[in-house]
């Protein structure tokens, strides 16, 4: 067959309903020629191993030089059709070719052919590119369908963490229609950063944990997904969602995502308990971004932090001044730095030579402040009780200057 | 089955606002505003919508009551019947002892603003010539001042303010006292008006305003007079306005120009170069419109600094245009058939049993609101006190001689809804009805809005209306002393209403009130009062005032704090202070102290101080503010403190320098007390 | 997913303070006499010269992250597609947890009935196209009902006001306009011979 009978074949196949599996086979019978279809996260939909070589495949297909994102080589579908690469596979070192499947700069995915350049006859370049733009209207429609499948299944998702459902048998229901483990236990992991990357982040974290993919959706500009703990030993856990989140990380890094934060939920027993671990993932987040905590929070490891901020508003903004308020008001009226200087004193531990050299300022010019300073608030630096109303006003100051970005 | 009725608020307020009442089972379950009333727009206010609980308040007295001595507290029941009986006796017994009734008091004012209040009055004044205690505590001196200077006092409709370029909100605090105002406030201010604050404190209005002037209380003429002079020395003046259609203007410019501005300066504390900023507001930006709030002409001066900030409109030629003019009060909305006012006592024989000519009195006796330790120096003395739609003893200056007053007079009467200061010292008590409980009409004096209150439930106990009280007895009175009242008791209420509205009809074009039910209708006065420029005055100019005396020194060298109140937005006046419906957001009781005067003394936030002068003391705890200045504390009575506080316990009954001139007394200055204060 | 936030947009140059939108809501939802789904706040705060004075009108802020929605022992909140956070009070007995876990104060325990009752931002109103009581009652139009993410992109929409600590941990549905303030002229706030007062004590 030519390469036109092909492409006529395949189109007559696309608008029956093939798959991109059916479409990847023909195409591979018709060069004899292993050929891969990834998606644009690089994760293979299709193969076909026409000749047997008994070829091994994995998830993923993670092209070098043509990064799945990278969209911007308009101008390389005119200069160059395709790439070619050498994959470091279990047999050894195999050639390869690929087609981007891109259109206006959008990426839909690639197609890839197990051979070298030199073993491509012009005939089967052009059947493959042909190829390749049916392979762009079946990823196109996946996409879509993909899309809305997503759609529906996140809004199954938003009821199901915001309790927005009517009984627990209509929960059990939502849950099996996404097909959900109902055993749990669970726990939730959310994820933030810039708002343009969310979705990548989302389709990075596709990542298998304990032998399947997370639940996943966003939630207000959130990445949230859901992993199920069954057969997980309790022991165990925490190093099996810390390894998730690193792996998580580490993706993201390789596409150039270095800004997330994120926010773990201690383990959620039942389905039913969900809608707690959700909340509990991010005030993890946003309490490690409020007081600096690092990256990655544990809503288990926040001690004391959590009941800071719970408390009403009116009554932390009291707190806060009544104990450190003559400083401020010191601070205002003279033009002082005391306030910064306790911040630093006790972010320094307490060490005066650490505290002076951060300040650069002179130990004794140190020692004067910190006598004023208890002067001014008539608390003893020296003793831990004070020490900790101290800490948890600087705290609330810290939280006052907190708006969320 | 659910009724929806309409009602008015009947609390002495500009607002009127009109009311949608559901009643189910005869009881009412929920109130809210009507959006068909076009001032409002169908918001109340928070006292509005409270005073649904407010009708079925536990206090709430509903059955007549007898105190078993004055101020005891020992009230027991008494049936109507009984108690009208007592009553009636007495009125019969003043009678026979003097010939004449003037020992007989009348102590009303405007607790109830419906039509049908006005009963009260039509009753004493058909039984026959009484002791009267008149005109407002609220607005005479201002009044009188600018009918001094207008010849009547005449305002815009409210919504004019909103075409000002300039407003200037002097002594009153709208966002606090008139809440519907202050949208034409904010409309105006988009559409690039300068809103102007002037007031001793940093009010809920001063906050919102474009230039806030903090001024010295009391000084209010010599800032007035202050700008005047910058305007007439910069020619700010509408000059055709001055030639052609004012009055005395050479005479007040010679005395403008004996103002002295670092002197004007001193006393008001006003930076020089700020009057002269506000000068330039109001010569230079036209139109200029005033908000004169009750504040200065509580004050000793104050009728005089009335005149004075009038001339500001004056001279600038602000008077009889759009967006001008001086948003006070007016009376114009209230003209009445005058029936209640016009029953006279039945025509009586003036031969006593004896054969001799009787010298009755054909006049009453009129004793200006608030004096009432003067009641007991007349002659005759007062035997009977109806207190009715007011609480003197908290209202009215130094309350201590109110209720001293009130323990002295023989026989007190105080018709009510709860046991009030004024009822402390009472003989009996009569149970009053809501307005819910009545059907009244209710016409604005700010709006000139005239809706109906209809009769939404029954009344609650054994409460009757004013109007049903007054009938009562005299039905009573012609039983036991036949031909003792001319009240017509053979008239309904609603016959009363038709008769006292008809000369309102044509104004309102309807010829019978239930038609204005489901309507919205105003008074049709003019859109903006003046236009033609032909005044009132003996002129029909604008008249200038020609002398000023500013040698009136009060400071009061033993108290240095002056004592000022900021109307607390839960209340109104003495009405709503027991409500615990609104209790719970009200501003607390409190006196608020400069924040630097209170470091000074020690005082912590919250602590209970002993508020003290020659007249008496109260105590109430401390809030500190920035808001107020360093000579001044201000009071904010709310619902919460356990012993009702009585201000006027600090405050001594002192004339203003206006009033008695077209009404029966001087005006009240309730703003010029001074206070120390200390820990309690 | 587009999921819309609601909530409250508040003016602070137009509000007065009048408690009218706290009645208004206890009108609406014939609250028992002392509860109240709504506060005011006065903030009045010397910064140099100037006095900072406005007033805040709160209630439930249905958060993104509510406290209430975490602690509650029986489940009885939800967070519906529109965010508004709603109550269930048959499934809730009455446990107060909620009311001490807000940061805002929203929830209340209604005497009458036992069980918590806060702010449904009236939303039977809301899904008929009409505004919250609210809304509606304010005299000067000081609150509106919003969209969050619409306002958020307005220049003059803020999260927090001068002088408030305002949590955004639990991220609050509420904004606020931009807080102008006007000139103001004080009397002088220091003097000499005021009896009791002595400059050295400041």
Redesign the interface.
């Known amino acids: 067959m030519n390469y036109s009978e092909l492409f006529m074949q395949a189109m007559r196949e696309l608008a029956k309903g093939s798959q991109i599996t059916e479409l990847a086979e023909m195409l591979a019978k018709q060069i004899e020629k292993v050929v891969i279809i990834t998606d644009a996260t690089n994760r293979v939909l299709a193969h076909y191993d026409p000749l047997d070589t008994g070829i091994k495949m994995s998830k993923f297909f993670t092209l070098k030089y043509h990064i799945a994102d990278n969209v911007s080589k308009e101008s390389d579908t005119n200069n160059k059709r395709f790439y070619e690469d050498k994959w470091d596979a279990e047999q050894g070192l195999i050639n390869y070719v690929y087609f981007p499947i891109e259109v206006e700069g959008k990426s839909y995915g690639n197609c890839i052919v197990l051979c070298s350049s030199e073993e491509m006859a012009i005939e089967q370049i052009k059947i493959v590119e042909q190829m390749s733009l049916i392979f762009l209207l079946a990823l196109r429609e996946r996409l879509q369908n993909d899309a809305a499948r997503e759609r529906f299944s996140d809004e199954i998702v938003y009821d199901i963490l915001y309790n927005n459902y009517d009984s627990k048998v209509a929960l059990y229901e939502k849950a099996k229609h996404l097909h959900w483990d109902m055993e749990g236990p669970y726990a939730i992991v959310v994820v933030e950063t810039i708002p343009d990357k969310i979705d990548t982040v989302r389709k990075t974290g596709s990542l298998k944990f304990n032998s399947s993919s997370p639940i996943h959706t966003i939630i207000n500009k959130k990445v949230v997904f859901i992993l199920s703990l069954t057969n997980i030993l309790s022991k165990n856990i925490e190093d099996s969602i810390n390894s998730f989140v690193e792996k998580l990380l580490s993706n993201l890094a390789f596409s150039h995502i270095k800004d997330v934060q994120i926010g773990i939920s201690s383990t959620a027993k039942a389905l039913t308990d969900l809608h707690q671990s959700f909340q509990e993932a991010k005030i993890a987040l946003e309490l490690g971004k409020a007081f600096n905590l690092g990256q990655i929070n544990h809503f288990e490891k926040m001690g004391f932090l959590k009941f800071v901020f719970t408390a009403p508003a009116q009554e932390l903004q009291e707190f806060g001044g009544r104990i450190l308020g003559n400083i401020i008001f010191h601070d205002l009226e003279l033009e002082t730095d005391l306030l910064d200087t306790l911040k630093v004193y006790i972010e320094q531990q307490g060490q005066i030579a650490n505290t002076a050299k951060a300040l650069y300022i002179h130990e004794n010019t140190l020692r004067n402040r910190l006598k004023k300073i208890e002067q001014l608030i008539n608390l003893d630096l020296g003793r831990i009780d004070h020490l900790v109303n101290i800490y948890i006003a600087l705290q609330i100051f810290a939280l006052d200057f907190y708006d969320g970005s | 089955m659910k009724y929806i009725y309409s009602n008015v608020c009947t609390a002495d307020c500009r607002g009127s606002c009109r009311i949608k009442t559901k009643v189910q089972n005869g009881k009412i379950?929920?109130?809210?505003?009507d959006p068909i009333d076009e001032y409002?727009?169908?918001?109340?206010?928070?006292?509005?919508?409270?005073q649904?609980?407010r009708v079925y308040s536990a206090d709430r007295i509903t059955h007549p009551m007898k105190q078993m001595g004055k101020g005891t507290g020992n009230w027991v029941y008494i049936s109507w019947e009984q108690v009208l009986h007592e009553i009636a006796l007495k009125l019969i017994e003043i009678r026979e002892k003097h010939n004449n009734l003037l020992p007989v008091c009348l102590n009303k004012y405007l607790g109830s603003m419906g039509v049908l209040s006005r009963s009260i009055d039509g009753f004493f004044n058909s039984i026959g010539y009484i002791t009267k205690m008149v005109d407002s505590p609220c607005v005479t001196t201002g009044v009188e001042a600018l009918n001094f200077s207008f010849g009547t006092t005449k305002k815009p409709v409210p919504e004019d303010m909103a075409n000002a370029k300039v407003i200037i909100i002097w002594g009153g605090n709208p966002?606090?006292t008139t809440?519907?105002q202050?949208?034409y406030v904010?409309a105006a201010k988009e559409n690039g008006a300068t809103?102007v604050v002037i007031d001793p404190v940093?009010t809920?209005t001063a906050?919102?305003?474009?230039?806030?002037?903090?001024i010295?209380p009391g000084t209010d003429l010599e800032l007035a007079l202050g700008i005047a002079k910058i305007l007439m020395e910069k020619n700010l003046l509408d000059k055709d306005f001055l030639n052609e259609y004012t009055h005395n203007w050479a005479s007040f410019k010679t005395l403008l120009e004996e103002i002295d501005l670092s002197q004007v300066e001193k006393v008001t504390?006003?930076?020089v170069d700020?009057i002269r900023n506000l000068a330039h507001l109001v010569g230079k930006e036209k139109p200029m419109t005033l908000w004169l709030g009750a504040g200065v002409q509580h004050t000793i001066k104050g009728g005089h600094s009335f005149r004075a900030i009038s001339a500001l409109s004056a001279m600038t030629g602000n008077i009889g245009i759009a967006g001008g003019n001086i948003h006070y009060a007016t009376y114009e909305a209230w003209e009445f058939a005058g029936a209640f006012e016009a029953l006279k006592p039945p025509q009586k024989s003036s031969i006593d049993a004896v054969g001799n000519q009787n010298n009755e009195n054909m006049e009453h006796r009129y004793v200006g609101t608030g004096r009432h330790s003067q009641l007991l120096s007349l002659k005759p003395p007062i035997e009977l006190l109806w207190v009715a739609s007011h609480n003197p003893a908290s209202q009215a200056p130094d309350s201590k001689a109110v209720k001293k007053a009130l323990n002295s007079i023989d026989m007190v009467v105080v018709a009510d809804q709860f046991l009030t200061s004024t009822a402390e010292y009472a003989d009996y008590f009569l149970p009053v009805t809501t307005q819910y409980e009545q059907e009244d009409i209710v016409v604005s004096y700010w709006h000139y809005g005239a809706a109906v209150n209809q009769k939404a439930i029954d009344p609650i106990g054994e409460s009757k209306s004013d109007f049903e009280i007054m009938r009562a007895l005299a039905m009573l009175l012609n039983e036991l002393s036949p031909g003792f009242s001319s009240f017509p008791v053979g008239r309904s209420a609603s016959e009363w209403l038709d008769l006292e509205m008809q000369p309102q009809y044509p104004k309102l074009g309807i010829n019978e009130y239930n038609q204005l039910i489901d309507k919205y209708k105003r008074v049709n006065l003019p859109d903006i009062p003046w236009q033609d420029k032909i005044f009132s005055t003996p002129s029909g100019k604008y008249e200038f005032p020609s002398v000023f005396d500013l040698d009136k020194i009060t400071q009061d060298d033993q108290y240095?704090f002056r004592l000022l109140r900021e109307r607390n937005?839960?209340v109104h006046n003495s009405q709503f202070r027991n409500s615990?419906?609104?209790?719970?957001?009200?501003?607390k009781t409190s006196v608020l102290i400069?924040?630097?005067?209170a470091?000074?003394?020690k005082l912590e936030e919250g602590a209970i101080v002993r508020l003290y002068n020659q007249l008496g003391e109260i105590v109430l705890p401390v809030t500190l503010?920035?808001?107020v200045?360093?000579?001044v504390v201000v009071i904010h009575l709310g619902c919460d403190y356990k012993e009702l506080l009585e201000l006027n316990d600090l405050v001594a009954l002192i004339d203003t320098d206006l009033g008695d001139h077209f009404s029966d007394a001087k005006g009240l200055a309730f703003n010029n007390s001074y206070v120390?204060f200390t820990r309690a | 997913m587009t999921l819309m936030q609601r909530g409250f947009l508040l003016d602070p140059n137009r509000c007065l303070g009048c408690r009218t939108c706290i009645m208004a809501c206890a009108a609406n939802k014939n609250l028992p006499v002392g509860i109240y789904l709504r506060t005011i706040e006065k903030q009045e705060q010397r910064i140099g010269n100037r006095i900072l004075k406005y007033y805040l009108s709160t209630s439930c802020n249905h958060c993104n992250n509510p406290e209430c929605f975490r602690l509650c022992p029986k489940q009885a909140l939800k967070k519906r597609k529109d965010g508004i956070v709603l109550h269930d009070s048959l499934k809730c007995d009455g446990c107060g947890t909620c009311t001490r876990s807000c940061p805002f104060e929203a929830p209340v325990i209604n005497n009458i009935t036992g069980r918590m009752i806060k702010c449904d931002l009236c939303h039977d109103k809301v899904d008929e196209g009409e505004d919250p009581a609210c809304v509606a009652a304010c005299p000067v139009k000081a609150l509106q009902l919003i969209n969050i993410d619409e306002v958020d992109r307005q220049e003059d929409v803020v999260r927090r006001l001068p002088g408030v600590i305002k949590i955004q941990i639990t991220r609050p549905s509420i904004r606020y306009k931009r807080l102008k303030s006007g000139i103001q002229v004080l009397r002088n706030t220091i003097k000499e011979g005021v009896s009791g007062y002595n400059s050295d004590e400041l």
């Open positions: 379950i929920n109130i809210t505003g409002t727009l169908g918001s109340l206010c928070a006292k509005g919508y409270a649904m609980h966002a606090w809440i519907h202050m949208r904010y809103i940093l809920a906050a919102r305003s474009d230039l806030y002037i903090q010295k504390e006003v930076p700020q240095p937005v839960s615990t419906c609104v209790k719970g957001f009200s501003e400069n924040r630097q005067i470091n000074s003394r503010s920035d808001t200045p360093i000579d120390d």
